[in-house]
Nanobody, 122 residues
Framework: QVKLVESGGGLVQAGDSLTLSCAAS????????MAWFRQAPGQDREFVAS??????VYSDSVKGRFFMSRDNDKDMAYLQMNSVNDEDTAKYYC?????????????????WGQGTQVTVSS
């Protein structure tokens, strides 16, 4: 059974840094695409970043501040969040695509984690 578990969320101050982790288990996901999405209260889930073997893509709202990485040996994905602001407050979700092509669309994801809350205080 495929399972994604996020960790690393919490309460941070504006301008701080935070790193989220996502652990994938239940299969062999070597080089499969993964992504991070987020959802703030009352808003739709939005794309944050995606990783594939050929590129890493970021939303305009986080480009230059957030960095996504992948550790295939450990089946882990990470989201390093720098210079956070109150607009980054949301629940962050890790997602996995059972393939090598990335996507920015939530309906293209095959599996989701339960999410980890990030709250930024100003």
């Amino acid at each position: 059974q495929v399972k994604l578990v996020e960790s690393g969320g919490g309460l941070v101050q504006a301008g701080d840094s935070l790193t989220l982790s996502c652990a994938a288990s239940g299969g062999n996901f070597n080089n499969y695409a993964m992504a991070w999405f987020r959802q703030a209260p009352g808003q739709d889930r939005e794309f944050v970043a995606s990783w594939s073997v050929v590129r890493t893509v970021y939303s305009d709202s986080v480009k230059g501040r957030f960095f996504m990485s992948r550790d295939n040996d450990k089946d882990m994905a990470y989201l390093q969040m720098n210079s956070v602001n109150d607009e980054d407050t949301a629940k962050y979700y890790c997602a996995l695509i059972l393939g090598y092509h990335d996507s920015l669309l939530s309906d293209q994801m095959d599996y989701w984690g339960q999410g980890t809350q990030v709250t930024v205080s100003s």
